[in-house]
């Protein structure tokens, strides 16, 4: 069993910028994806981005390219999110993801957080 547990989230005003971070634990494999997902109210759970076991290979959702960058500390089991320049419309419950290797073109993960709330104030 693999525990995620996300930190970070707040309120923020427009174009600012928050870092959220995740922290992996228990029977993690040697290798694994880490990646985020966020889920607003009223709408479906949507793919933020992922990122491969060794930190090489990103993938970003078309609405925060450029805008967010997703990195790792594997020494330290733990991923994380920096989002700048938010919009109101990031506002969601943001959550931590992980699987075993696969093709990053695959939205599938196995392992969820809880999630942590971002608000952004217009």
């Known amino acids: 069993q693999v525990q995620l547990v996300e930190s970070g989230g707040g309120l923020v005003q427009a174009g600012g910028s928050l870092r959220l971070s995740c922290v992996a634990s228990?029977?993690?494999?040697?290798?694994?994806?880490m990646g985020w997902f966020r889920q607003a109210p009223g709408k479906e759970r949507e793919f933020v981005g992922g990122?491969?076991?060794?930190?090489?290979?990103?993938r970003y959702a078309e609405s925060v390219k450029g805008r967010f960058t997703i990195s790792r500390d594997s020494a330290k089991s733990t991923v994380y999110l920096q989002m700048n320049n938010l919009k109101p419309e990031d506002t969601a419950v943001y959550y931590c993801?992980?699987?075993?290797?696969?093709?990053?073109?695959?939205?599938?993960?196995?392992?969820w957080g809880r999630g942590t709330q971002v608000t952004v104030s217009s």
């Open positions: 228990g029977r993690t494999p040697s290798r694994y994806t």
């Open positions: 993801v992980g699987r075993i290797p696969q093709s990053m073109t695959s939205l599938r993960y196995d392992w």
């Open positions: 990122i491969t076991w060794n930190g090489i290979i990103t």
